[in-house]
T-cell receptor
Framework: GENVEQHPSTLSVQEGDSAVIKCTYS??????FPWYKQELGKGPQLIID?????GEKKDQRIAVTLNKTAKHFSLHITETQPEDSAVYFC??????????????FGQGTTLQVKP | EPEVTQTPSHQVTQMGQEVILRCVPI?????FYWYRQILGQKVEFLVS????????KSEIFDDQFSVERPDGSNFTLKIRSTKLEDSAMYFC????????FGSGTQLSVL
């Protein structure tokens, strides 16, 4: 079945710097790749997503890139702020599933933005 | 902004006891899910539910687990006889165009 690997597990940056989190997936049939942000005591919150027919998507300071050939996708956060500090999860839709709500998650990255 | 509501936020139970976790989906969503996250591990899919029946389930979702939407609003996950290894954060998620998660129920089995 699908497997998603996420790196790094922890990331510390200075405020204003960029942060990049990378994920790889194993099944080329996956076609939907969301990113979630999880703050302490809260559930995962969708921040951006990308479908396999698109190579890049941007929303203000957040962007996601997808390389289908290499089966990897990345989250880019520019001009980081302390409130960006959280755990970030990548996910891929499960191939063969009848809906895109069945997701396979990466291990998570704890991002710390130092003021 | 509409949100998925889960209760309780924390549940402590003795091994062998039954627990019911509750979720109020976003009102116009039709697909419902339960996920769980054991401390330090990945978020894992448990089950999906559509049109009042299970549409898909994982290997984790064995006979000890069941889901239902008894009153058309609450979506529940029942664990009949809890085991120590059921201790985890359980997330409800509901899907319209996108998948939205609740804040989770931290289940501790002693």
């Amino acid at each position: 079945g699908e497997n998603v690997e996420q790196h790094p597990s922890t990331l510390s940056v200075q405020e204003g710097d960029s942060a990049v989190i990378k994920c790889t997936y194993s099944d080329s049939a996956s076609n939907y790749f969301p990113w979630y942000k999880q703050e302490l005591g809260k559930g995962p919150q969708l921040i951006i997503d990308i479908r396999s027919n698109v190579g890049e998507k941007k929303d203000q300071r957040i962007a996601v890139t997808l390389n289908k050939t290499a089966k990897h996708f990345s989250l880019h956060i520019t001009e980081t702020q302390p409130e960006d500090s959280a755990v970030y999860f990548c996910a891929a839709s499960s191939p063969g599933s009848g809906n895109t709500g069945k997701l396979i998650f990466g291990q998570g990255t704890t991002l710390q933005v130092k003021p | 902004e509409p949100e998925v509501t889960q209760t309780p936020s924390h549940q402590v139970t003795q091994m062998g006891q039954e627990v019911i976790l509750r979720c109020v989906p976003i009102s116009n969503h039709l697909y419902f899910y339960w996920y769980r996250q054991i401390l330090g591990q990945k978020v894992e899919f448990l089950v999906s539910f559509y049109n009042n029946e299970i549409s898909e389930k994982s290997e984790i979702f064995d006979d000890q687990f069941s889901v239902e939407r008894p009153d058309g609003s609450n979506f529940t996950l029942k664990i009949r006889s809890t085991k120590l290894e059921d201790s985890a954060m359980y997330f409800c998620a509901t899907q319209g165009e996108k998948l939205f998660f609740g804040s989770g129920t931290q289940l501790s089995v002693l």
